[in-house]
């Protein structure tokens, strides 16, 4: 089915739910996942803020990834670094990388007028990609 997929997750409930989605679409077709984390800055003329750290992030990866291998799934972590509003591109661009069929992840829950409103990833996500996305909730 699915040989190559990319896992996007962040610090949302929804994650473990990405990942289990993304071992079972690679498990299918013994396939391969890369798990994606986005890494947002935000800058203005005082200065860059970011989120969380460079090790808190990679951590989060190399856990989800290490979850995946114990599973059974060939399974590598990717942290990629952008501006703020930037993130849904940098998920595309490293499902075309890998060559991904489909891309996971998760939603936060809002509605498609919210999501609209908001500029959500998952929004942005889906209305950019030239592949499957597969939204789990």
Known sequence: MYERVVAAIDHSESTGRVLAAARELAQLSAGEVWVVHVRERSVSKYGGTEAETASDARQEVDA???????????AQGETR???VGYAAREII??????????????????????????????HKVIQLADRPVLVVR
């Open 81 to 83: 670094h952008t501006m």
């Open 64 to 74: 989800a990834a290490a979850a995946l291998a114990d599973a059974g799934v060939k």
């Open 93 to 122: 661009a490293s499902a075309a990388e890998h060559e991904a069929g489909v891309i996971v992840m998760g939603s936060k829950g809002h509605g498609d007028l919210a999501g609209l409103l908001l500029g959500s990833t998952t």
